[in-house]
């Protein structure tokens, strides 16, 4: 059975830093795209990231560049997601999602496989 379950989420300060795993069981997470999402409360889901299976092609959200930074351990079948500088408007339910494909996407129709999700709230 494919799953994914998220961690790593919790309270930090503005321009502190967090890093979320994802951790992918049933299948080989390196054959898959995948990507990280958040969904702020009365906001839709958002695509923050995706790395592409093989050349581990990476992108994205114009408002994380610089200061996100997602990467894959195939040993540990775990895709990560390192967030530094974070401010405010980055909190939000974290998910990272999975799919047999070959290009990544920033939008939630892009995936079949979603985990539960993790809390990150930046707040002082």
């Known amino acids: 059975q494919l799953q994914l379950v998220e961690s790593g989420g919790g309270l930090v300060q503005p321009g502190g830093s967090l890093r979320l795993s994802c951790a992918a069981s049933?299948?080989?997470?390196?054959?898959?795209?995948i990507g990280w999402f958040r969904q702020a409360p009365g906001k839709e889901r958002e695509g923050v990231s995706c790395?592409?299976?093989?050349?581990?092609?990476?992108d994205y959200l114009d408002s994380v560049k610089g200061r996100f930074t997602i990467s894959r351990d195939n040993a540990k079948n775990t895709v990560y997601l390192q967030m530094n500088s974070l401010k405010p408007e980055d909190a939000g339910v974290y998910y990272c999602?999975?799919?047999?494909?070959?290009?990544?996407?920033?939008?939630?129709?892009?995936?079949?496989?979603w985990g539960r999700g993790t809390q990150v709230t930046v707040s002082s």
């Open positions: 999602a999975a799919d047999y494909n070959l290009y990544c996407s920033g939008y939630v129709w892009g995936y079949e496989y």
């Open positions: 049933g299948f080989d997470a390196d054959l898959y795209i």
């Open positions: 790395i592409k299976p093989g050349d581990d092609t990476v």
